[in-house]
């Protein structure tokens, strides 16, 4: 049966998308959850005009995204932490306060899902992938010292 998407949902689509899905996952959970309804002809027409307004935010969002990877390219980020004896960090870097110290250096809030890292428990100077959408990502150096 076809349905069309009011929300993402993983695995199956995006909003607005107009998808083949089983009788009964739509009834027992995409209807009862109010994340899909089923596309008859008049639904179809409104999903087509939602869908090009759909199409012109995303691109406005991605260009958006491209002016903030422009801010972000070729930036350092210094932050201060406690170590062991043995130079490992107490606890690690938290994307949060790779967030913090992007917001207080740039003035650009970044949200912490965009950051892509391995966790950080080392002193020293670590590459952090910053992927805010697709074509539009930034590597930022993080250099973790010693706090005196």
Known sequence: MKVLL???VK????????VN???????NFLLSEG??????????KVQESRKAKLIMKK???VENAKEVVKKLKGIVINISKKIT???????GLSVDEIVDAVLAQTNVKLEPS???????KEVGEHDVLVHIA????????VIVEEKK
């Open 6 to 8: 009011n929300k993402d």
């Open 21 to 27: 899905v089983k009788t009964g996952y739509f009834t």
């Open 114 to 120: 965009y950051i892509k890292s391995e966790p950080i």
């Open 134 to 141: 697709e074509g539009a990502e930034a590597t930022i150096k």
């Open 59 to 61: 691109e406005q969002l």
């Open 85 to 91: 004896s043995k130079g490992k960090l107490y606890g």
């Open 35 to 44: 994340l899909a309804i089923m596309a008859d002809a008049s639904v179809l």
């Open 11 to 18: 695995k199956l689509g995006y909003r607005g998308d107009i």
